[in-house]
């Protein structure tokens, strides 16, 4: 088991660009030592690209285990602005003093159904800030954490079931006026109740709302020294374990027109483009049924198939809205995935394909002309919701092309192709 960890730890750090004990001569190993044993603490990140933050919390459950939580944050300025979930818990932790690495697996996660998650934590040098990732769903997320003091009690907390000391609750954010509400359950035979709570550093104070079962009645929660949520029920002190949230990914049916992101991989055009909407073209045949992305690329219309009972999608090949001139000669620049573009290439290794669990749709294409191509990756669409009535906004084109708006190189394209272009729909 320590072989594998170093083994990961090692390719954690070079994916992560960053170099440790093991493997920077300028250090000597005999002269760097990490905790000795895994050690109970709560750390914040210092900063995350994208739309969260995260909390990662090392403590121990009701019953004495030791325990790994994460919880996301929304940030202000992002769609998910307010939402706070617990990503995961696991009490399957292992750790190697020899290179200061956690790894902590999840059986469920909050990223979707029958989704589990692994989170690995490496001290950095200075032995207090963690690089971190979570893998979850076919994403790696990467982050740096550094110590905190202060935990959230946002989200989901249950006591162990004792009738005599009995509590479960959820708690939503606090409002601008440091009021936050929520629910819970009181004891083991009673309904769930609105409750309203108050937060001073490490203490809340939850109370039934007025006109509930328990109207005015009170559950004083606090963290521990080892960091757990406590709450004084019944007479009894009893510690709150953490419940994994449940996926907020809606399952979506495609019946009619949607709404969503797509984000290019820079072969030719680069960054995220949103709110795109994507429209059922011919939906009776299941297994062979046609959706559009208006306003893609340069403004045209994106067409795929896809055998929702396979979930296999292929994207013929299809005009991006712009040419590409060489020696004097200007050449419409297409689009498709890449066992269309050549069919020595399959789809078991280039598949494109619909994620449930993140509302995403992958596609493995690939940008050329008539003399060959500029490059490939995969390119995706999250659908975040339905689309509001055709023309009640006009969309404001939003995208870049790829290298920084320069014109590709014309060695990018000279690599040949040896089969026919596919036909259009």
């Not at 603490?41 to 739309?51: D, I, S």
């Not at 004891?187 to 109740?193: N, R």
């Not at 002190?237 to 994994?244: C, F, G, Q």
Request: glycine share 8%; hydrophobic share 35%; aromatic share 12%.
């Amino acid at each position: 088991m320590k072989q594998y960890i170093k083994f990961t730890v090692l390719a954690l750090m070079a994916g992560l660009g960053l170099s440790s004990c093991l493997d920077d001569s300028r250090f000597d190993p005999e002269h760097i030592s990490y905790p000795a044993e895994l050690s109970l603490g709560t750390f914040k990140t210092e900063y995350t690209p994208g739309n969260y933050e995260y909390n990662a919390v090392i403590t121990k459950s009701a019953a004495g285990d030791t325990i790994l939580y994460v919880i996301r944050t929304g940030k202000p300025e992002s769609r998910d602005s307010g939402l706070v979930q617990t990503l995961l818990i696991s009490d399957a932790i292992a750790y190697d003093d020899s290179a200061g690495v956690y790894t902590a697996t999840a059986e469920v996660s909050a990223y979707g159904d029958d989704a589990p998650a692994t989170v690995y934590l490496a001290y950095q040098r200075d032995q207090q800030r963690l690089t971190a990732q979570i893998i979850a769903s076919g994403k790696t997320n990467t982050m740096v954490f550094k110590p905190a003091t202060e935990q959230t009690v946002v989200g989901m907390w249950q006591s162990e079931e004792d009738a005599d000391a009995y509590f479960v609750c959820w708690l939503y954010p606090l409002d601008a006026d440091g009021v936050g509400k929520g629910i819970a359950l009181f004891d083991m035979d009673s309904d769930a109740d609105d409750v309203i709570y108050t937060q001073n550093g490490n203490t809340v104070i939850v109370t039934a709302a007025e006109g509930s079962e328990h109207e005015g009645e009170s559950v004083e929660l606090y963290f521990n020294s080892e960091y757990q949520l406590v709450g004084k029920v019944g007479g009894q002190e009893v510690v709150l374990d953490p419940i994994t949230s449940e996926a907020v990914v809606p399952e979506y049916t495609f019946d009619h027109p949607l709404i969503g992101d797509y984000t290019y991989c820079g072969a030719w055009f680069s960054g995220p483009d949103p709110d795109l909407r994507l429209v059922p073209v011919s939906i009776d045949d299941p297994e062979a049924s046609v959706f559009q992305i208006e306003h893609w690329g340069a403004d045209v219309t994106f067409r795929f198939a896809w055998n929702m009972v396979d979930n296999a999608i292929t994207v013929p090949m299809q005009e991006v809205g712009e040419t590409y001139t060489h020696e004097g000669v200007d050449y419409p620049v297409y689009v498709s995935d890449i066992p269309s573009w050549n069919s020595r290439y399959s789809y078991a290794n280039y598949p494109c394909y619909y994620d449930a669990n993140t509302a995403t749709f992958h596609f493995n294409v690939i940008y050329f002309i008539e003399l060959g191509y500029f490059d490939l990756g995969d390119e995706t669409f999250e659908v975040t919701g339905d689309a509001p009535e055709e023309g009640a906004v006009r969309k404001r084109l939003f995208r870049t092309r790829a290298k920084g708006g320069k014109t590709v190189a014309p060695n990018l394209i000279l690599k040949k192709k040896d089969a026919p272009l596919p036909r259009l729909f």
